[in-house]
């Protein structure tokens, strides 16, 4: 049998409690949720007349995944903005730190980097590329089965 979501079983047996079916091998089958949780529903449905919601664990998110979908649409619009920025941009929907943005910037797969420095060319290395572009232009160099002369048509002296 297709496996269905907590949530859509649970919809499911209180319909088909309010549809006067109350036994719980008949709401098991009916279903597709094991006979002891049939059993379970059966009573609290009885005692309660409903089913309590399930519960979770931890400390409710800031952000709902409307908010989640604003960050992202923010960071791809300007990926230059830092997380204070866009703390401030979101102010207005929700009161959110800069550290909670970072947080939910990493659950979106975005990951702050610094560019990678390398070192400028000197004068010595420089003097001596152009020494070496001297030496070898005569060679009969290509780009593609255009000559390099014709693409720099620069001569050296």
């Not at 499911?12 to 109350?22: G, N, P, R, T």
């Not at 449905?45 to 923010?74: A, C, F």
Request: proline share 5%; glycine share 4%.
């Amino acid at each position: 049998m297709k496996k269905t979501l907590i949530i859509d079983q649970r919809e499911i047996i209180s319909h088909l409690w309010k549809s006067d079916v109350h036994d719980a091998p008949t709401l098991a089958e009916k279903s597709g949720v094991p006979l002891s949780t049939a059993y379970k529903y059966v009573a609290q449905l009885k005692k309660n007349h409903e089913l309590k919601p399930i519960s979770r664990l931890g400390r409710p998110t800031i952000l709902t995944s409307q908010d989640r979908r604003v960050l992202g649409r923010i960071i791809t619009n300007d990926k230059y903005l830092t997380c204070g920025e866009i703390a401030t941009k979101l102010s207005s929907k929700v009161d959110i730190s800069a550290q909670t943005v970072n947080r939910e910037l990493n659950k979106l797969g975005y990951h702050s980097k610094h560019p990678k420095t390398v070192p400028l060319l000197s004068e010595k290395n420089r003097l001596a590329r152009v020494e070496w572009a001297k030496k070898h232009y005569k060679q009969n160099w290509k780009i593609g089965r255009v000559p390099i002369r014709k693409v720099l048509d620069v001569p050296f002296s």
